[in-house]
């Protein structure tokens, strides 16, 4: 019952939040803290507890749905969805502390949608991950959308319907082409068994025959594209994370976006083993045009949000490429990836977020000498854009090189290629950093810029201990990352090449 | 007499009502012109009827004047409204229902 | 104990940071004390190490399981070798002194608690560097080192110059890091294990077009991080930086451990005679290229860097020798971090007495006013140039001599390299403290305090004993040769012929800068009116111009595109199809005009459509 709870928490609460009477802002703000920290908590102790061995389903639980069609509500975690879903709880409370007075000021109730729209949000995260059902899989993907539509476009900067309608649609069209498949699998799946299943297990089990997966891989190829996003479905998130609150994006980038990469390790793999490694060789050169083209973007970028949107393009290229070289450490090291990604970028868009309070722009143009004037607030965004750029010490380091090591066992150029983009990250973050945080202040800077709250501390610091805690201990997600990655290894039936050297000892 | 006959008559009543409702402007008109319309097409009924020696033409036939009828009684109370607020009776003056 | 040399200094950064301003007043003291306990520990392993016998001597620390995912496992875990002693003795050695001597120089800065963290910092990236047991874990050290020389570089980050010159160093170090990732991948794919004890043992077994690979990804990384060419640029502007920072991580230490990386790979430089050519030819080029840059700069710091490019490029060159060079690449290593640490905190102190004025066309006659400066300054540059029997002559002589049995083009590089070394270093000796005095209005010139000279003078002893010391009483060729291996270099010149036309060059070298500038006046200006050559030196022989050229320009270019490309290309269709849908929409509403009998005329157009279909169909 744990995961169905895990759901349940946070939506009682949204409920609870959303019933306070008008006037109670502050306690809606602390009930929705409460809530979503025990969510947390809740999360880690499933996470604490999972198999360092076992790498099939666990936790699970199944109740009939609709039986007419075989859909159940049947949640359960391997060790990738458990550490997603830790890492999508820890990041709820840590942004709903950053986004604290985000919307003190627009106006009444304004306050309490945005809380509960988070905590519904969360629901959702949990599901996303937790579902083994594909058709609930589905509905929590497409129900996702709901909160953070709202949530970008009530709440953001001057753009914010225009962007909001941009990924509502995006995501849209990715959904369909995924319904689109999701229905041919069920069909193929009543071809085989007798009775059409959209169970995880069952159709990981299926002997899908190479055209069939073919078709019904690229549908959800493409939403999970879109969702990851990979260059060229990408132009949504700039946009939507420039417009929206720094916490929604935050969530959007840390969380959501992963659903894509997660449904890539999760479903594709399994599901259509053949087309996925007859597709491979393609994805993993979009996987390197994302990279490179996401780096590029990002050191063009004159806005700060968009230049943290652009890395994630290319941080999400790292994490494809992992999984589509299909060895261990490439699997391990894009699971790994997308735990610390969701950290590092989250900090990198809280601490944006904490510059565009007090400046009141986010125009990279607009800041500089900011290290004079706070020192400690400089000193954490050079912190949150060292763990965007990988700094070994860091955990983004581990699943970086996790990933290019990966990549280099399935290809010796592509790995070459890749490894240059951590050049390109280097400029990204560090020119921003001169140009935001170096030099002389200019007055308007000295006048806004105030040195970081406690509030705000209270918002990164744990972001920042996890992830430099993560970079010297990854065997703590490892350990149970590992085994599910094994398993998806068997679904896909491949195994690593060993050492070139004959007897070379491990 | 051929009974036909007297389909290419509904089809020439039909046309006329066609084009009444098409290019006239004043509401009672247009309405009378659907009337038209609906005759003709009960004419065709009750002659195809006639022609196959069935009685559903004849049955149809009923069913529309009643709808015909229903239609009248709408139709008239909707005009008359019109003209009540707008002292005209022309259908083109009453367009504010477009994009 | 292993650990706690990492610990000490990493403990005083992590509390000098978090600690914030309430650490102002004792952090100084504290990052010092951090610095020397780490030494102490140094000391007393060394002293355990030498009570055994050869082989033993190494000492393990495995602490934990760092990373291990299918067949890769890296642990993280300590090997302390006669190697990385003598690496750990030199970076907590000197770093404490130069620790020491930034109470002094830092004295009046804001910021300095932030400084003396830092400091710690890099002590402890630099200890895990050259204790790690694997190269990834050297990599955590080898990028740690990197973050730490970028915040000191640009300590003052007020400066638009210090920024960009950070900035800069970060991320062509990361080019060389490209080297040492790709480095570390063909190691695990090849020998599936990064330990350096694993890929020396299976290093035999594997083809040699791997291994040789291998060697040039390491060299790669040892370019970028000991700024040899092609990645050389970043080193000049590092001068940028607080000169402390200039002496103990752009001179001593951290930019030697390029050099470190090689000898510690020796199994695979061993096995492939490109590489170790490339090795070779990369230092030969580096030790002109910088001694050349030296000669032209006003500058004092730039000047000494272009000193340590030149020098560190002798020991790149030494290491690609092979066993006949790995233990003196590092023996000259160790003269050299501390000859050029004191070289450089003479600078600073000279600096420090003038105002900050680095430019030496504003010194002279010095002598008479820091005579404390003059003479440590003075020791330095004896062993710098190579006078017997100070330390830089042991070291470079026998790197010469090696490279005469290598090959003659090589040692004759080795040999006018001396020569100019001993040009330039003359010539910044007599511009600073002979001649006349072309101090500039209002500056006094005055000895430091005891706190940065006595560090000064206990490096002064090294320059003059270190040498001797390590050569006839550390018998430091054989203090190595356990772990590196030594091989007698093959000797096609005899010492006692090569030594007197070694100093023979050396002193041509000298005099004719004597000449040129002690025994005529020095223009307070620089001459404008000066050959092609001097110009190239003046700008660093183009190579940031190149690299502007090449790279900088053209990625903007291309990012610019990209961008362009983004807005208008990718999302100009995604809004483009947004728009057409949109605009198909609004011209397919205009048909709804509220006129009943438009809408009756649709109707009956499609009802006659319908009609007609059905006929078609039915014939």
């Known amino acids: 019952m744990l995961l169905t709870n895990?759901?349940?928490?946070?939506?009682?609460?949204?409920?609870?939040?959303?019933?306070?009477?008008?006037?109670?802002?502050?306690?809606?703000?602390?009930?929705?803290?409460?809530?979503?920290?025990?969510?947390?908590?809740?999360?880690?102790?499933?996470?604490?507890?999972?198999?360092?061995?076992?790498?099939?389903?666990?936790?699970?639980?199944?109740?009939?749905?609709?039986?007419?069609?075989?859909?159940?509500?049947?949640?359960?975690?391997?060790?990738?969805?458990?550490?997603?879903?830790?890492?999508?709880?820890?990041?709820?409370?840590?942004?709903?502390?950053?986004?604290?007075?985000?919307?003190?000021?627009?106006?009444?109730?304004?306050?309490?949608?945005?809380?509960?729209?988070?905590?519904?949000?969360?629901?959702?995260?949990?599901g996303v991950f937790a579902a083994t059902d594909l058709f609930l899989f589905y509905v929590f993907f497409e129900a996702m959308l709901i909160p953070v539509y709202f949530l970008i476009g009530r709440f953001g900067g001057p753009q914010r319907a225009y962007a909001a309608m941009k990924f509502l649609l995006y995501s849209l069209v990715g959904g369909l082409f995924m319904l689109a498949s999701l229905i041919g699998l069920y069909v193929a799946s009543g071809k085989e068994l007798g009775n059409g299943t959209f169970d995880f297990t069952a159709l990981a089990g299926l002997n899908m025959d190479p055209a069939t997966q073919k078709i019904l891989f690229l549908g959800f190829f493409f939403a999970f594209a879109v969702k990851a996003p990979m260059v060229p479905f990408h132009t949504w998130l700039p946009d939507a994370a420039a417009q929206a609150t720094p916490a929604t994006s935050t969530l959007l980038v840390g969380v959501l976006d992963k659903v894509g990469t997660f449904g890539m390790i999760r479903y594709l793999l399994p599901i259509f083993p053949d087309a996925s490694k007859y597709y491979a060789p393609v994805i993993i050169v979009l996987a390197v045009i994302s990279i490179f083209y996401g780096a590029l973007l990002a050191i063009g970028q004159t806005d700060l949000l968009r230049l943290v949107a652009f890395s994630s393009v290319s941080h999400f290229g790292f994490i494809v490429m992992g999984i589509f070289v299909m060895t261990s450490q490439g699997l391990s090291g894009s699971s790994l990836y997308m735990v610390n990604h969701g950290f590092s970028t989250g900090a990198l868009f809280i601490v944006v977020g904490f510059l565009m309070t007090r400046r009141g722009s986010k125009y990279i143009a607009?800041?500089?000498?900011?290290?004079?004037?706070?020192?400690?607030?400089?000193?954490?965004?050079?912190l949150a854009g060292l763990s965007s750029l990988a700094l070994p010490g860091m955990s983004s380091f581990v699943s970086e090189f996790l990933v290019l090591v990966g990549t280099f066992a399935y290809s010796k150029t592509t790995a070459v290629i890749a490894t240059f983009g951590i050049v390109l990250a280097a400029v990204y973050i560090l020119w921003m950093y001169q140009r935001t945080m170096t030099g002389e202040p200019s007055n308007e800077v000295k006048e806004t810029v105030k040195e970081i709250s406690a509030r705000e501390l209270a918002a990164v610091t744990p972001l920042i201990a996890l992830i430099i805690a993560l970079g010297f201990v990854p065997q703590v997600a490892l350990n149970i990352i590992n085994p599910a990655v094994e398993q998806v290894q068997q679904y896909v039936d491949v195994q690593d090449e060993p050492a070139a050297v004959e007897g070379a000892k491990a | 007499m051929n009974a036909a006959n007297y389909l290419v008559l509904a089809?020439?009543?039909?046309?006329?009502?066609?084009?009444?409702?098409?290019?006239?402007?004043?509401?009672?008109?247009?309405?009378?012109?659907?009337?038209?319309?609906l005759n003709a097409a009960n004419l065709a009924f009750v002659a195809a009827a006639r022609i196959n020696a069935t009685l559903d033409g004849q049955v149809a036939a009923f069913f529309v004047m009643v709808v015909a009828a229903a239609e009248v009684v709408v139709g008239l109370a909707i005009i008359v409204t019109i003209f009540r607020t707008r002292k005209s009776a022309s259908i083109d003056e009453a367009s504010l229902l477009k994009y | 104990m292993i650990s706690a040399l990492i610990g000490l200094p990493l403990a005083g950064a992590t509390i000098l940071l978090l600690g914030g301003r309430r650490t102002n007043a004792?952090?100084?003291?504290?990052?010092?004390?951090?610095?020397?306990?780490?030494?102490?520990?140094?000391?007393?392993?060394?002293?355990?190490?030498?009570?055994?016998?050869?082989?033993?001597?190494?000492?393990?620390?495995?602490?934990?399981?760092?990373?291990?995912?299918?067949?890769?496992?890296?642990?993280?875990?300590?090997?302390?070798?006669?190697?990385?002693?003598?690496?750990?003795?030199?970076?907590?050695?000197?770093?404490?002194?130069?620790?020491?001597?930034?109470?002094?120089?830092?004295?009046?800065?804001?910021?300095?608690?932030?400084?003396?963290a830092y400091l710690n910092l890099f002590v402890a990236a630099?200890?895990?560097?050259?204790?790690?047991?694997?190269?990834?874990?050297?990599?955590?050290?080898?990028e740690g080192v990197g973050l730490a020389s970028y915040l000191l570089i640009s300590f003052w980050q007020h400066k638009p110059s210090a920024a960009v010159a950070g900035k800069k160093a970060f991320v062509v170090n990361r080019v060389g890091d490209v080297g040492l990732s790709i480095a570390v991948m063909l190691m695990f794919v090849t020998f599936g294990s990064v330990t350096f004890e694993g890929v020396a043992e299976a290093a035999t077994k594997a083809d040699q077009q791997t291994v040789t690979w291998i060697g040039l990804a390491l060299l790669l990384a040892a370019c970028g991080k000991s700024a040899q060419f092609p990645l050389q640029s970043w080193l000049l502007d590092a001068m940028e930086g607080p000169t402390p920072v200039s002496a103990l991580i752009h001179a001593a230490t951290m930019v030697t451990a390029g050099v470190y990386l090689i000898v510690r790979a020796h199994a695979i430089f061993d096995l492939s005679e490109t590489a170790r050519t490339a090795v070779v030819v990369i230092g030969a080029i580096t030790l002109l290229l910088g001694a050349y840059i030296g000669t032209a700069k006003d500058d004092i710091k730039k000047g000494l860097a272009g000193s340590t490019m030149s020098q560190i490029g002798y020991m790149i060159l030494a290491a690609g020798l092979g066993p006949v060079g790995y233990v003196f690449a590092i023996f000259h290593l160790l003269t050299h971090g501390m000859f050029k640490a004191g070289l450089f905190l003479g600078a600073g102190?000279?600096?420090?007495?003038?105002?900050?004025?680095?430019?030496?066309?504003?010194?002279?006659?010095?002598?008479?006013?820091?005579?404390?400066?003059?003479?440590?300054?003075?020791?330095?540059?004896?062993?710098?140039?190579?006078?017997?029997?100070?330390?830089?002559f042991w070291s470079k002589d026998e790197i010469i001599h090696a490279a005469f049995g290598q090959s003659t083009v090589i040692g004759l590089a080795t040999l006018i390299g001396a020569g100019v070394t001993a040009f330039y270093m003359?010539?910044?000796?007599?511009?600073?403290?002979?001649?006349?005095?072309?101090?500039?209005?209002?500056?006094?010139?005055?000895?430091?305090?005891?706190?940065?000279?006595?560090?000064?003078?206990?490096?002064?002893?090294?320059?003059?004993?270190?040498?001797?010391?390590?050569?006839?009483?550390?018998?430091?060729?054989?203090?190595?040769?356990?772990?590196?291996?030594?091989?007698?270099?093959?000797?096609?010149?005899?010492?006692?012929?090569?030594?007197?036309?070694?100093?023979?060059?050396?002193?041509?070298?000298a005099s004719y800068a004597w000449f040129k500038y002690g025994r005529r006046p020095v223009p307070v200006v620089a001459p404008t009116e000066v050959s092609l050559l001097t110009r190239a030196a003046r700008a660093d022989a183009y190579g940031d111009a190149l690299n502007e050229a090449v790279f900088m320009r053209p990625g903007q270019h291309l990012t610019r595109s990209l961008t362009f490309f983004d807005a208008k290309g990718i999302d100009g269709v995604v809004n483009g199809l947004a728009a057409g849908i949109g605009g198909l929409s609004a011209r397919t509403r205009k048909t709804q005009t509220g006129y009943a009998r438009n809408y009756a005329a649709y109707m009956l157009g499609g009802a006659a459509l319908i009609a007609f279909i059905l006929y078609l169909v039915r014939l």
């Open chain 3, 426 to 509: 003359t010539r910044m000796m007599t511009m600073t403290f002979f001649g006349e005095a072309r101090w500039e209005d209002g500056v006094h010139p005055h000895e430091s305090s005891n706190v940065m000279t006595i560090p000064m003078i206990v490096l002064a002893f090294g320059s003059v004993f270190g040498g001797l010391l390590m050569l006839f009483v550390g018998d430091i060729e054989h203090w190595l040769e356990p772990v590196v291996g030594f091989a007698k270099p093959e000797h096609h010149v005899s010492n006692t012929t090569l030594i007197p036309i070694t100093l023979a060059v050396v002193l041509a070298g």
């Open chain 2, 11 to 37: 089809g020439i009543l039909f046309t006329i009502g066609a084009f009444g409702v098409l290019v006239r402007r004043n509401a009672i008109i247009v309405f009378m012109s659907v009337e038209m319309m």
């Open chain 3, 126 to 142: 630099m200890l895990l560097l050259v204790l790690a047991n694997n190269y990834l874990l050297l990599y955590v050290g080898w």
């Open chain 3, 349 to 392: 102190s000279v600096m420090h007495g003038m105002h900050d004025d680095v430019n030496m066309r504003h010194y002279g006659a010095l002598r008479g006013f820091m005579k404390v400066t003059y003479v440590t300054f003075g020791l330095g540059f004896l062993a710098i140039i190579g006078i017997p029997p100070f330390a830089g």
């Open chain 1, 366 to 382: 607009d800041f500089g000498g900011v290290n004079k004037v706070a020192p400690v607030l400089a000193g954490v965004v050079l």
């Open chain 1, 6 to 126: 895990l759901m349940a928490l946070p939506l009682i609460g949204a409920a609870v939040v959303f019933a306070l009477p008008i006037g109670r802002e502050l306690l809606a703000k602390q009930i929705a803290l409460v809530v979503s920290l025990a969510t947390a908590f809740g999360a880690i102790y499933l996470g604490l507890n999972m198999s360092t061995t076992d790498g099939g389903l666990q936790y699970v639980e199944s109740y009939q749905w609709i039986p007419a069609f075989g859909i159940n509500w049947s949640v359960g975690v391997d060790g990738i969805s458990a550490v997603l879903i830790v890492m999508a709880t820890i990041l709820v409370p840590l942004v709903m502390i950053a986004g604290w007075n985000d919307v003190e000021n627009i106006g009444q109730g304004t306050v309490k949608g945005y809380f509960s729209l988070f905590l519904v949000l969360e629901t959702f995260m949990v």
């Open chain 3, 26 to 116: 004792w952090g100084h003291y504290l990052a010092v004390l951090m610095s020397a306990s780490s030494f102490f520990v140094g000391v007393s392993l060394f002293s355990k190490m030498l009570g055994l016998e050869g082989e033993e001597r190494a000492l393990h620390q495995h602490l934990f399981d760092w990373i291990a995912v299918g067949t890769f496992n890296v642990p993280f875990a300590l090997h302390l070798d006669q190697l990385s002693i003598a690496f750990v003795l030199l970076i907590t050695g000197v770093g404490t002194l130069i620790h020491v001597y930034s109470i002094g120089y830092m004295e009046h800065d804001e910021n300095r608690r932030k400084f003396f």
